[in-house]
């Protein structure tokens, strides 16, 4: 399975951050497969943001809960990030990837990564 990040690199604060994984190789409606967005900021950890389940059910970190949602067009084969009300504190490397058959929250635990994208907040 590959994945690709899409998206623009540059956000205002207090607007809406919005980006894509396209999934090739495999379908994300296939059974058992957890469809994930991690972030790495500048000088930190990698953070799990949340997933989207081959059914389209959804969980995310509770740190993020309130400003995050997560869709998928399955005609596309994508899968999208929205984060909302963002702050510069939101700057990071954003990557899609994911996990099967079971889920996880450890960023460690995926194999399958996209490359990556570079969002920055900024005015």
């Known amino acids: 399975v590959q994945l690709q990040e899409s998206g623009p690199g540059l956000v205002k604060p207090s607007q809406t951050l919005s980006l894509t994984c396209t999934v090739s190789g495999g379908s994300i409606t296939t059974k058992y497969y957890f469809w994930s967005w991690i972030r790495q900021p500048p000088g930190k950890g990698l953070e799990w943001i949340g997933y989207?389940?081959?059914?389209?059910?959804?969980y995310y970190s509770p740190s993020l809960k309130s400003r995050t949602s997560i869709s998928r067009d399955t005609s596309k084969n994508q899968f999208t990030l929205q984060l909302g009300s963002v702050t510069p504190e939101d700057t990071a490397v954003y990557y899609c990837a994911v996990i099967s058959p079971f889920v996880s929250r450890q960023a460690t635990d995926y194999a399958d990564w996209g490359q990556g994208t570079q969002v920055t907040v900024s005015s």
């Open positions: 989207i389940r081959y059914s389209g059910s959804t």
